[in-house]
């Protein structure tokens, strides 16, 4: 399953994706709204003049980044901090 997959990439130990951590991923997934926000995040990825517009983020963030994050490497976070 794409779900299942997509989580244990996410994870050092797969201990936490369990079969109700993925049915509930699934089940955010399916939401109104959320299948076109990942879509236009996996376009975003590649997207070097989306990725230009961070600066314009006005408010107060938190960056929580994993250093064995398996989709998004760890130096990326440095970016999102710039």
């Known amino acids: 399953m794409v779900v299942e997959t997509s989580l244990l990439q996410t994870v050092v130990s797969p201990d936490p994706v369990t079969e109700a951590v993925v049915d509930r991923y699934w089940e955010l997934l399916r939401l109104r709204g959320n299948r076109q ?13 989306a ?21 998004l490497p760890a130096p990326m976070a440095a970016t999102f901090e710039r």
């Open 37 to 49: 926000a990942l879509i236009d995040l996996a376009n975003t990825l590649g997207n070097r003049n």
């Open 51 to 71: 990725w230009g517009k961070l600066p314009d983020i006005s408010v107060p963030s938190l960056i929580v980044w994993g250093e064995e994050d398996g989709l």
